[in-house]
């Protein structure tokens, strides 16, 4: 059984044929990521692979969510709590 993510993302692999586990393309995903956070810009989200993309969509719908005892959001284990980037010029 799938787990539903952020607006018809799943954590089930691709390969499953299950009608719940619609994925989307990466432009859905990117689209999706401006419309929460309208101050990320497709050349910057263009910069990750689509499993970053699908986390980073997955935190900011939970984190639009009401707040209270049964808002939750795991950070994936292969996550690291604190990362930085370094801007290429």
Not at 55 to 68: E, F, Q
């Amino acid at each position: 059984m799938p787990i539903a993510g952020a607006h018809g993302r799943t954590s089930e692999p691709p390969e499953s044929s299950s009608p719940e586990s619609s994925r989307l393309t990466r432009e859905q995903v990117v689209d999706r990521i401006i419309q929460i956070n309208p101050t990320a810009t497709t050349e910057f989200l263009g910069a990750f692979q689509e499993r970053e993309l699908g986390k980073y969509l997955d935190h900011l719908v939970a984190a639009s969510g009401p707040r209270g005892r049964h808002a939750r959001w795991e950070r994936p284990a292969d996550s690291p709590a604190i990362l930085g980037r370094e801007a290429s010029e």
